[in-house]
């Protein structure tokens, strides 16, 4: 690191020249990078429901993806349009199948108002949201003066629309976080020059990042979430660490000393924290790729990513700037207010029992906050278009069939039975009766469709050939059949979930251990998606806290100074996703996204450890210096207090800018983390964190510093 920072402030037009050929060589990469990424990515591909499905493909031939075009006709027969809208449906790319209400009368309402027509695809997914925009033209263009209102949806649509909102709301977010930014920065320099150096580094930071995405589709798929990952955790890291850095080398100058050293200084100081703090950060979220979905690991590559770029630019390209500009820095700067508490003594810390007290009543005050918690109900959309805007098409297609057809039957819950082709069929088809009886009999059922007793499956009756054929058949060396359930609520509904938990319960017990018994559907793909993230938290959990005690640990050379932070962090995770519990749960009746959590957890144990890291040094340092441990407390606290909250208002205006996200997930974690933040700055680390170190006493420092011979030995290169 440190061979960087001195080639840095020795050649600095050379480091600035470079960064700006790499800003130019990334802009066009970050424009191809929205083409780029993949919708979708809730699911898991290794789970029961993804594999009975693979089984049905093969099997049955089935359509493995399908769009719904709606029609409504609110004044008039909407049959009468039904073959205009086949056309139109046949005419698109890539459909090998168009089925309607003719096929299958439950597709119309009672009424004939409203239904649907079912488009199947034999292509790869990205080639069906491409095809979403332009049906949906011909289609309005179709029926715009019949009066026949016109939706697209299904899976393929959601994961299309979703995919643009989340571009949408990226964008819109930047826009008002960039002048929130302005202002606090603003605020906190008193400078515009100083203020629009880390506004810089953050639009770098982002397009470094997007260019990095897009080169990075070529290895993996990434989801469209990538980019609001980017977006959240890129303008929160690169804007802290600017600040950090640039707050300790102005401070420098003040106290006298001239550029060089002032910038020699703060590198040595501020600029090995920010390391730390944004390794932290890199460690927390790398743990987001023990689930391997793909939503995760998507936002676990853009908070890395992004990361990884402002810790170059804040070792790089900032001490370059910083440099180049010289006494600049301060370059229409209001007067500096003088920092009244250079003269004044400091105050000695509170009684041990006092301290001990408001330790406990803040501690209980957090375990409050956090109690919502043990009622939060998680759950992956499915089946289900609220995680988008209520007047996005696909949503809105979905809702009007809701409303008006029978909508569970478009999602059942299937029973996949398969068996060695060699084996009698006979057991396969005790297999499958016995099944049916254990799906009969599962709570909330509203019907079942199996073999008929009376039908032997191998030599049915012509007229049941074709009925048949759908539920028993033999592909390669495996014989498959299947039972399917129309759930007697909505797909996601707790009942629908409840469904198949019964199903996975009971079903192994029915049948003989030789017959592969799986449940799928869209209900079982939530099932799975959901406990794939349940299964693997306490892994990721784990995982973060303990890389990241050995990583304070090191930097702090101290156990006490780790343990401490993973108390502290857990207050702010648990208190801030109770709030989130009871803000979108309890009070506006939102159903808690099942990524939310690990999300919080691993952005905010990451980027909370930036407060933690730099106080610490602070602190370390004063202590370095002079030995008297309550002393060093309150001096670094009195020094860091408002750099503290000026980091935490920015990361607030970052965070709060996505409250206006469209896509729920993206919004609730916005809340969350701005939660978090404000908790983590005001009370943990202004309040909680310096009566816990008063109370532990000189020992939380551990060995290293007992000689007090020079300051932050633990923040110089091993």
Known sequence: MQPLVRFSIARPKTVVAIWIVLVAICIPLMGALTGALKAGGFDNPRGEAAAAQRTLDRAFAEVPDTLQVVLTHPGGDVTTSVDRAFTVAQATPHVVQVQDYRQNPGWLSPDKHTTFLQLGFRTDKSAIQHEVPGLRERLTATFAAAGVQTHVTGAQALDHDLSVQAEEDAVTAELIAFPLLVVVLFLVFRSVTAMLLPVVLAGVALVVASAIGYLLTYATDLSTLFTNAVSIIGLAVAVDYSLFIIKRYRDELAAGDTFTPALRTAMRTAGHAVVFSGLAVVVALLALFIPRIMVFSSMAIAGVVVTLVA????????????????????????????????????????????????LVALIVGFGALAWPVTDIRLQSPVASATILPADTDSRQGIERMQAALEFRTLFPVQVVLSAPAAAPAGELLAAARSAAEVVRAAPHVAEVTDIPASIDPDAPPVEAREAVGQLWTTTGNTRVTRIIAIPAADPDSDAAHDLVHALRDRLPEAVSSDITVQVTGATATGVDFDEVLTDTLPWVLGTVVLITVVLLARAFRSWLLPLLALGLNALVVGAS?????????????????STTPALVFAIMFGLSMDYMVIMISRMREHYA??????????????????????????????????????????????????????????????????????????????????????PAPDLQPA
């Open 311 to 358: 810790l170059s630019m804040s070792l790089t390209l900032l001490p370059a700037a910083l440099q180049l500009l010289g006494k600049r820095i301060d370059w229409l700067s209001l007067k500096r207010r003088t920092a009244a508490h250079s003269a004044n003594p400091v105050r000695p810390p509170r009684r041990p029992a006092v301290l001990a007290l408001t």
């Open 625 to 710: 210096l002079h030995g008297d441990h309550h002393r060093a407390v309150s001096e670094g606290l009195r020094e860091t207090a408002g750099l503290v909250n000026g980091a935490a208002l920015i990361m607030v205006a970052v965070f709060a800018s996505f409250l206006i996200a469209k896509v729920s997930v993206v919004q609730q974690l916005g809340l969350s983390l701005a939660i978090a933040v404000v908790l983590d700055a005001v009370v943990i680390r202004l309040i909680v964190m310096p009566a816990a170190l008063h109370l532990i006493g000189p020992r939380v420092w551990g060995r290293a510093d007992t000689r007090h011979q020079e």
């Open 577 to 593: 996703l109770g709030l989130l519990t009871l803000i979108s749960q309890d009070g506006l009746d939102q159903r808690i996204d």
